[in-house]
């Protein structure tokens, strides 16, 4: 897959995760076109590789706090705390 397709791949994962933040889709939108845009310019292949690693890791950290905001829902739901 060549870079271009994996950062336009990454920037809808992200733009699809964002659907669910808690400060609003608007938000979570404009902040994402700011951070790519602010790399746009990036031409050596190795930094890209990198940029997109962080981005499949921040990925991993949404995913991760929305299961775990689920998770309390549903605690809070069958149990007293």
Do not use: C, W
Not at 7 to 13: E, F, G, P
């Amino acid at each position: 897959m060549s870079q271009r397709s994996e950062v336009i791949r990454l920037y809808k994962t992200l733009l699809h995760l964002g659907r669910d933040y808690p400060k609003g889709y608007d938000y979570f939108r404009t902040r994402l076109k700011t951070a790519f845009m602010k790399n746009k310019d990036v031409d050596d292949p190795k930094q890209i590789k990198t940029l997109i690693a962080r981005g499949d890791f921040v990925v991993k950290e949404v995913e991760a706090l929305y299961m775990l905001r689920k998770y309390r829902t549903m605690k809070k739901r069958y149990y007293e705390s």
